[in-house]
Nanobody, 119 residues
Framework: QVQLVESGGGLVQAGGSLRLSCVASIATSNLNAMSWYRQAPGKQRELVARITSQLTTTYDDSVKDRFTISRDNGRNTLYLQMNNLKPDDTATYYC?????????????WGQGTQVTVSS
């Protein structure tokens, strides 16, 4: 069972920055696409950013040019650098990873880290 542990959330003023980290219990080189999702109160969980094993990245339009996703396989860690934060970015942020293997792919979720942006 793979564990994903997020950290780096907190309270920040609008315009500020935070960097989220997600450490995996296995080598991330053994994981395929990794992503950050977020869920605000009363809303559905949404995809924020995704990075493949080939380091191809995609972003939701709402965070493009403000957030950067990256992965460091040497540290088994996924990152999300968040700049110019806005109150609408307030949510619980979740790390997500897919492991491909013989048989159905396996999906893993972290426990989430809270990000609160004050105006």
């Amino acid at each position: 069972q793979v564990q994903l542990v997020e950290s780096g959330g907190g309270l920040v003023q609008a315009g500020g920055s935070l960097r989220l980290s997600c450490v995996a219990s296995i080598a991330t080189s053994n994981l395929n696409a990794m992503s950050w999702y977020r869920q605000a109160p009363g809303k559905q969980r949404e995809l924020v950013a995704r990075i493949t094993s080939q380091l191809t990245t995609t972003y939701d339009d709402s965070v493009k040019d403000r957030f950067t996703i990256s992965r460091d396989n040497g540290r088994n860690t996924l990152y999300l650098q968040m700049n110019n934060l806005k109150p609408d970015d307030t949510a619980t942020y979740y790390c997500f990873a897919v492991q491909l293997r013989a048989g159905p792919p396996i999906n893993y979720w972290g426990q989430g880290t809270q990000v609160t942006v004050s105006s």
